[in-house]
Nanobody
Framework: QVQLVESGGGLVQPGGSLRLSCAAS????????MGWFRQAPGKQRELVAT???????NYADSAKGRFTIARDNAKNTVLLQMSSLKPEDTAVYYC?????????WGQGTQVTVSS
């Protein structure tokens, strides 16, 4: 069983930055792909960014050039650095991890972009 705990969400003004962190209960070296998804009110959950065990990254078009995903193997975390935030980035952000055929999700952290 893998537990994922997100942190770092909050309220930020348009154009601002936030860094989300997801702490895993196991070594991230034992995990496959990890990533971040988000869900805005009334919308389906959507991919934001993923990172493979080998460090290959994939971003949604909406995140390219503004968000950066990284794995910190020493701290068993996956990070999402978000900059140039827009009101449309407002959503609950969920951490994701894949291990041996099973997907795991965190409880989510709220990100609100508003002036």
């Amino acid at each position: 069983q893998v537990q994922l705990v997100e942190s770092g969400g909050g309220l930020v003004q348009p154009g601002g930055s936030l860094r989300l962190s997801c702490a895993a209960s196991v070594s991230v070296l034992s995990l496959g792909a990890m990533g971040w998804f988000r869900q805005a009110p009334g919308k389906q959950r959507e991919l934001v960014a993923t990172i493979s065990s080998g460090g290959n990254t994939n971003y949604a078009d909406s995140a390219k050039g503004r968000f950066t995903i990284a794995r910190d193997n020493a701290k068993n975390t996956v990070l999402l650095q978000m900059s140039s935030l827009k009101p449309e980035d407002t959503a609950v952000y969920y951490c994701y991890a894949y291990q041996r055929g099973t997907s795991y999700w965190g409880q989510g952290t709220q990100v609100t972009v508003s002036s």
